[in-house]
């Protein structure tokens, strides 16, 4: 059947799934902190620093990884990726779960 939509709809997204080699586990988390030194501007308590890190499970352990300020957006779309990633595989799953749930039927 070249012409089912499903089929269509899988072999995209499976194609697409290569564009996001690059993905990332985790959550990017943006993080306000005082650095302690006294005379920084953040000393007031109101004007902290803005951090970033990657927040992921390794080993089913809670990890948080610095991600310097030149990575952050290229973090975020990592991250994103993974996302993408997972909606394909849930989609491509239940493509092949209804075609599973047919096959059944068959004679
Ligand atoms: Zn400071």
Redesign the pocket.
Known sequence: MPGDPDLQLRGRLIRSLGSLRDMLPGSLVERQR??G?PT????DGKNL?TQFQISVLVDGKPKAFHVPAKLVEQVRQQVAMRGRFDAAAATVCGINLRRFLKQKEEP
Not at 40 to 43: D, L
């Open positions: 005082a650095c030194r920084c501007h953040c000393a620093h």
